[in-house]
C-alpha cells in the first residue's frame, strides 16, 4: 500500500512550525494524563428527554433515580478533575517560574516598568492579529475600568490556598492609564493586544501545561526586560496562575503592544513585491548590485536605497539579540514570524516563550549546555536540531539564516523535507546558495554565521558590529553612536511618572511554594 506524498504545504509546515519539548515538566504531566484519562472513562447513561418526568408525578422509579444520581455524580466528577487540572497546570506554571528565578540574574528584580494587572473579563477582543501553535493574538478595542477595588488580604471568600494578588497603588495608575489609552481617538486604532491560549490548546492538558508554562515564562521575561526592538508587555493577569481556577478561565494571558504586520509579511507581500522590480531593471545592465562608493544609474541607487532598508532590519535585530545575549539569554526561535513591526515601523522581536537564561554553573566542559531541543527545523542550528548541547551561537546560526532571507526575499529550505532537512543541513551542512547574496560583507558574515562548527561562529556582539559598519556604507550620510545606538526604548505612550512600578508583590511566591504569585507572563 503506497503512502500519499505530503502536499509541499504540508512539508512547509512541518519546518515552520516551533518545536519545543519541555522535559523539565515531563514527570509531573504524567500525572495531567492520568487525570484526563480519567475524563474519558465510560460514564453512567443519563435519562432522556422521553424519560422525563413532569414535575407534577410522582418521583422516578428507583432505577431511573439511581441513573440521574450517578449522572450528576458523573458532571461533578468531571468538574473536580477540570479543576484539578487547572490547578495542576497552574502549579507547573508556578514550578517552572520559581526554578528560573531562583539563581536569575535578570527576573530577580525590585523594579520594572509598565506592568499593569487586568482580569480577562474587563477586556473587549477584537479581531484576529496572529496565531501561533499555542496562542491567538487579537487586539484589544477596550480595557474596562475595574469594577470594584479590593482590599489587600482579601480572599474573597476563596481558599487561602491559593492567596490573591492585589495591584499596588502604582500598579492601579497603570491600569487605569491602559483603560484610558486602549484606542487613539484620532486614528481609530487600537494600542494594545493580547495573547491567550487556543480554546483547543486549552482542552489538551499536555498542550495546556505546556503553553501556560511557555505564556509565563514569555511574561516574566517581558516584563524584566528593556530595549526598543523587543515587545513591551504591558499587563498580567490579576491573581497570576491563580486566575487559571477562577470560574469562566480563559488560561493564562498577556497584554502587549499592538503589531501591525510582521517580518515575513513584509518580506513576502512588500519588499519582494516592491524591491523586485528594481532588481530586474538592475540585471538587464548586467549588475544586481550597485559597487558601493559609486553611483552607476537609477536602477543600483534604488537597489542600495532598498537593501539599506532591509539591513536597517536586520540591524535592529541583531540589536536586541546582542542585548539578550549579553544577559546570557538564548532566544531560540528566530524566525519572520516571530518579528514585527509597530505603529512607527520599528521591528519588535516577540513571543519570548522559549527563552531561556544560561547559567555559568550548568555549562558543560565544551561550553555548551543540556537544554531541550527547541526552535523552528527551517532556522534551527545542527546542534539543536540532533539533541546535542549548545549555547548562544545556535542563535547565530539562526539569525544567519534570517540573515540570508532577508538579503535575497526568498525563504530558505523552501523544497526541503524535514528528513531531507535532517540529513542535508543537519548532517551534511548544507545551505542555501550564497551566490544569491550579492554583497560581499554580507555574504560573509552569512557563511561564518551558520557555520556547522558552532566554535566557528561569531558572537552576537561581531554580528552586529558587522551589520552597523555595511548599514554606514549603505547610508552614505555618516551617523552618529547616538543615532545608530539601540540603548534607549522609543517607548508607546507611557508617561513618565509611571516610569517604573514596584512589583515586589508581583513576582514573588509564597515562601511555601503556593500558587498565585506567578504573574510573569
Not at 475595574?146 to 497603588?169: I, L, R, T
Not at 523586485?276 to 544586481?288: K, R, T
Amino acid at each position: 500500500m503506497s503512502h500519499r506524498r505530503k502536499t509541499i504545504e504540508e512539508e512547509h509546515d512541518v519546518l515552520a512550525t516551533t518545536h519545543h519539548n519541555l522535559f523539565a515538566v515531563q514527570e509531573e504531566m504524567e500525572d495531567l494524563n492520568e487525570l484526563t484519562s480519567a475524563t474519558h472513562r465510560e460514564q453512567p447513561p443519563s435519562l432522556t428527554e422521553e424519560e422525563e418526568e413532569p414535575v407534577t408525578s410522582p418521583p422516578p422509579p428507583p432505577a431511573a433515580a439511581a441513573a440521574a444520581a450517578a449522572d450528576g455524580k458523573s458532571k461533578e466528577s468531571e468538574i473536580d478533575i477540570s479543576l484539578r487540572i487547572h490547578e495542576k497546570v497552574a502549579s507547573l506554571a508556578s514550578k517552572a517560574y520559581r526554578k528560573a528565578s531562583a539563581k536569575s540574574n535578570v527576573l530577580c528584580k525590585d523594579k520594572i516598568s509598565g506592568v499593569a494587572l487586568v482580569k480577562f473579563e474587563d477586556i473587549t477582543v477584537g479581531k484576529l492579529l496572529g496565531k501561533g501553535s499555542f496562542s491567538y493574538v487579537h487586539e484589544i478595542t477596550k480595557i474596562s475600568p475595574e469594577a470594584a477595588s479590593h482590599e489587600a488580604g482579601d480572599d474573597d471568600g476563596d481558599s487561602n490556598d491559593y492567596p490573591v494578588m492585589h495591584a499596588n497603588k502604582d500598579q492601579e495608575d497603570h491600569r487605569a492609564f491602559l483603560v484610558a489609552n486602549a484606542e487613539r481617538r484620532e486614528s481609530k486604532s487600537f494600542r494594545y493586544a493580547v495573547k491567550f491560549l487556543k480554546d483547543d490548546v486549552r482542552s489538551n492538558p499536555k498542550a495546556y501545561a505546556i503553553g501556560t508554562v511557555d505564556l509565563v515564562v514569555e511574561g516574566m521575561f517581558l516584563a524584566s526586560l528593556t530595549h526598543p526592538n523587543i515587545i513591551k508587555v504591558r499587563a498580567l493577569p490579576e491573581g497570576g496562575v491563580r486566575s487559571l481556577v477562577q470560574p469562566n478561565a480563559r488560561g493564562y494571558f498577556l497584554v502587549l503592544d499592538r503589531l501591525y504586520d510582521t517580518l515575513s509579511e513584509r518580506i513576502y507581500n512588500t519588499w519582494q513585491e516592491q524591491h523586485h522590480v528594481d532588481m530586474a531593471m538592475a540585471s538587464s545592465s548586467g549588475c544586481l548590485c550597485l559597487p558601493f562608493g559609486k553611483k552607476n544609474n537609477q536602477a543600483n541607487e534604488e537597489e542600495r536605497r532598498h537593501l539599506e532598508e532591509r539591513l536597517k532590519v536586520a540591524f535592529d535585530i541583531s540589536a536586541a539579540l546582542k542585548f539578550l545575549h549579553s544577559k546570557s539569554i538564548i532566544y531560540r526561535d528566530i524566525k519572520p514570524e516571530n518579528l514585527g513591526f509597530d505603529v512607527r515601523g520599528d521591528i519588535k522581536l516577540f513571543d519570548l516563550g522559549l527563552v531561556k537564561e544560561l547559567h555559568p554553573n550548568d555549562m558543560k566542559r565544551d561550553g555548551n549546555y543540556k537544554l531541550s531541543m527547541a526552535g523552528t527545523p527551517r532556522y534551527m542550528a545542527p546542534e539543536c536540531g540532533k539533541h546535542l548541547r549548545y549555547n548562544l551561537s545556535a542563535d547565530v546560526y539562526s539569525f544567519s539564516m534570517l540573515l540570508w532571507e532577508i538579503v535575497t526575499m526568498t525563504q530558505p529550505l523552501d523544497d526541503f523535507t524535514y528528513p531531507r532537512l535532517q540529513q542535508e543541513v543537519f548532517e551534511d551542512g548544507y545551505r542555501p546558495p550564497l551566490t544569491a547574496v550579492t554583497n560581499k560583507s554580507m555574504r560573509d558574515l552569512i557563511r561564518v554565521g551558520w557555520h556547522q562548527d558552532a566554535s566557528k561562529r561569531p558572537s552576537m556582539d561581531t554580528v552586529y558590529e558587522e551589520l552597523k559598519k555595511e548599514f554606514q556604507v549603505l547610508h552614505g550620510v555618516k551617523m552618529s553612536e547616538k543615532e545608530l545606538s539601540h540603548d534607549r526604548r522609543r517607548s508607546t505612550h507611557v508617561p513618565s511618572k509611571l516610569a517604573n512600578v514596584n512589583v515586589s508583590t508581583l513576582l514573588r511566591l509564597s515562601s511555601n511554594g503556593e500558587l498565585g504569585a506567578v504573574p510573569n507572563s
